[in-house]
């Protein structure tokens, strides 16, 4: 027997109201509001509660059993509001086997940018020693799991590289031309430097932490982008946010903004640690900083549905769209003042802040964790 769902009098972040029909997992209709009939009714007329297609995280870590980026994928992920995560890099060639057979237990949607250093993040100095990256080893992984690895991950910055200098880049720009991949480099602190490494990446590839506060940002003291990032995403580099634990300020955040640096993705860099003892503690409190700085709804969750949908070249992941399986996100926007810190320690309160009410992912329905002062 079909099981049909209706959703009833649910907001879009563009003020319109809708009813969705979920039947078996599948998006069936779409709506006006209380024009769907038949099936189980939940009704969300006058709550306020608005659906976009699933919630994507860009940047997380989701291998559990790895210390101290690590984490349970639904913890990360269908708990919080995420239908899909991409872990970023926790794992190389020699055990992302091993993160897609848990991926396949979990609920959450994951895939994967497959680390060049064969030995992932199971230490973090994984380019400290260029043995650590076999090409082949790349190419096989890559070969055998081509539906789960969407990209490579290089991280590169000093206490990653140690000794290394900038031949893990090269070898990470070579391996993305062989296969095809794009590649997602992590900044920090130097050596090496940052206009040594942005001009290594081309169209489609991916800067992480653009927003960090460290001495070899992308900015000046004066709030001025660098010419590399400009030329960067003049030529179709994607910037995504990688908050984390070390890597997001909201002074830098503001001057980007100032000055038109385009708001691609948003993601949160989340592990255990900083989940539980901020300053990340969700993907929903990580685009509520941008709400904070003056960013519409509209383009906020733009920046965890479409732009991200789009850089997995995945459109059905970022749309609601009848025929699809379903991945939604429901959410509330309370408005109620809220701390923010960033990774400096710089506190902030905004007025509003985002709240995950539940989640489709691939069909199947999560109610969401509420952290307990969330509540009232
Ligand atoms: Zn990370």
Redesign the pocket.
């Known amino acids: 027997m079909t099981e049909r769902i209706v959703l009833r009098g649910l907001k879009r972040v563009d003020g319109t109201y809708m009813d969705l029909v979920v039947e078996d997992g599948i998006i069936a209709g779409i709506t006006e509001a209380g024009a769907s009939r038949g099936g189980d009714i939940i009704d969300y007329t006058n709550t306020e509660t608005y659906v976009s297609s699933g919630w994507i995280d860009l940047?997380v870590?989701a291998f559990e059993e790895f210390d101290p980026?690590g984490d349970a994928i639904d913890k990360i992920g269908v708990e919080q509001g995420v239908a899909t995560v991409v872990d970023?890099?926790s794992m190389g060639a020699d055990r992302i086997g091993d993160l897609r057979g848990q991926a396949e237990r979990a609920a959450t949607n994951v895939l994967a940018l497959l680390n060049i250093s064969k030995i992932g993040l199971m230490r973090t100095d994984e380019l400290s020693d260029l043995a650590w990256i076999d090409p082949a080893a790349v190419r096989e992984a890559v070969a055998e799991h081509q539906d789960f690895i969407v990209g490579l991950k290089a991280r590169m910055s000093r206490s990653v590289v140690r000794g290394s200098g900038i031949e893990p880049l090269k070898q990470a720009r070579a391996l993305s031309d062989d296969t095809g991949l794009p590649v997602m480099v992590?900044i920090g602190s130097a050596p090496p430097g940052i206009e040594e490494i942005v001009p290594y990446l081309q169209r489609h590839d991916v800067i992480?932490h653009y927003l960090n506060g460290k001495a070899n940002n992308l900015f000046r003291d004066s709030g001025e982008p660098l010419r590399v990032l400009t030329d960067a995403i003049a030529r179709g580099v994607h910037l995504d946010v990688?908050h984390?634990t070390a890597s997001f300020s909201f002074k830098v955040a503001e001057s980007a903004k100032r000055h038109h640096i385009p708001l691609h993705t948003i993601s949160s860099?989340i592990y255990r640690g900083n989940r539980l003892n901020g300053p990340v503690y969700s993907l929903a409190r990580v685009m509520s900083k941008f709400l904070y700085l003056g960013y519409s709804l509209a383009e906020v969750v733009a920046s965890v549905t479409t732009h991200a949908a789009d850089w997995l070249k995945k459109p059905e992941l970022g749309r609601i769209q009848a025929g699809d399986r379903a991945n939604l996100t429901l959410f509330e926007v309370r408005k109620e003042p809220i701390e923010l810190t960033d990774s400096e320690g710089d506190v902030r309160i905004g007025h509003q802040h985002l709240v995950a009410k539940g989640v489709f992912a691939n069909g199947k329905y999560v109610a969401c964790e509420v952290r307990p002062e969330a509540r009232h």
């Open positions: 940047h870590h980026y970023a890099g992590h992480t990688g984390g860099d």
